[in-house]
């Protein structure tokens, strides 16, 4: 018998190594040969942890969430046959959760094993990197380009523009860095990526330092993610051996190297340039742009930085070619987004859905509502900080431009939903702190502008805020968001003044005191 239970760090979180243990026994118990595969999760996390049985041919049913104490009931129902059984969820591929979506980047994700490298060659991995080498550079980058694909970190910059203008740009030595540092609340899509399908991150950064001219890589990892850590290493070990790192590609000239470096913890670290500053072992400080890292980048040479999603997402494109990606999503959002929902769900998980979608049928499709089944009082796209959305928004569709718009933004694709159980003027006053806390220190108005605003939001929020203390926080607001360096201190006003505009009542205003 075989079994699938993921290794995924939310599923290990909520027990499924336990669970994975209590099998073994039982079954040993019972002398049932059987083999657990450890797999990456379907994202599917309310039904975490998930024990998939493999009946005949590819064929699996799930049970799940199953606790150490369920293991041995699913036994005596004859669960390895696909015996009935409360738990049971049946072919997990037919879930509606599953089903409605758009998995490309994530179409194997959870049905792999992610260390097996045959497997994943089996399930159409290298087929992109095979076009790509066949292809050439021109042809690679024209792809991307048409492909509309845009940056999943956050900016949202067009790829194929970036990696053009560092294949473009004269010199011998370029670099690959993948931005792993997935610090936004309420994000874990990259985290999953490398955790269960680690070798279609491997195989993207071939395909961009194909496409560029650059022979070396770097995953530049948050420390937070051991397993990923873990997993990527001997990923890239077993393509090392197997002759798909380090030597030369299909009887190319072509050969790439990478390497895992881990972060220390510095949210600001995310934000590319002080990334660089870190991967060169320095205190990671933001730089000043010109000159962009697609020309002067990691030690001073032409740099591609890409984070983990928009890299998933190249392997399919050369796969099956930038117009098939771009008939996904709508207007300048082409092609799929995995949104992470999280906070107050009943269904929280990974949804990869292409752009156009509303953020209604998020909430409530798919993530079926609040989980205490109170009123929703908001969300909060985009990470950290994003601003607070009221329910009267979420008609809006998934999409840059519309979001940006009420001043939105798709950031990493995170969603936290709270009901209405929860006081924004707090949350809010928890974003300056947040900037006051993780400000590199290298422009006044977020180093100096930060802490003053909490001050600020402490009086009003806890003291007597007057209206001349709500005044000079807007226009606070305003110099941080028009004189910071950075997104860090220019955008954690967003949170602020979305809570103002829409939660007058939290911070004890009325609507008439913010217009
Ligand atoms: Fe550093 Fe903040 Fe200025 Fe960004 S905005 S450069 S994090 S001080």
Redesign the pocket.
Known sequence: HKLYISKDYSSVAVGADEVALVVEKEASSRSIPLSIIRTGSYGLYWLEPLVEVQLEGTKRVAYGPVKPEDVRPLFESGFLNGGDHPLFIGDVQEHPYLKRQKRLIFERMGRLEPLSLDAYVEMGGFRGLKNALEWGQNRVIDEVTKSGLRGRGGAGFPTGIKWKTTWLAPSSQKYIVCNADEGDSGTFSDRMVMEGDPFLLIEGMMIAGFAVGANKGYIYLRSEYPLAYEILNKAIDICKQKGYLGSKLFGTSFSFDLEVYLGAGAY?CG?ET?LLDSLEGKRG??RPRPPLPAVKGLWGQPTVINNVITLASVPWILSYGGDAYARFGVNRSKGTLPVQLSGNLKYPGLVEVPFGISLKELIYEFGGGTRTGKPLKAIQIGGPLGPYLPESLLDIPLDYEELSKIKGIVGHGGIVAFDDSVNLAHMAHYAMEF?AE??????T???IG?TRGMELMEKIIWGKGSRKDLELLFELCDTMINA???????MTPFPVLSALRYFPEDFGYSKQDIV
């Open positions: 600001i934000e002080a400080m933001v900037c993780e400000s590199c220190g290298k422009c108005p977020c180093r930060s910071s360096l950075c997104g860090l201190g220019g």
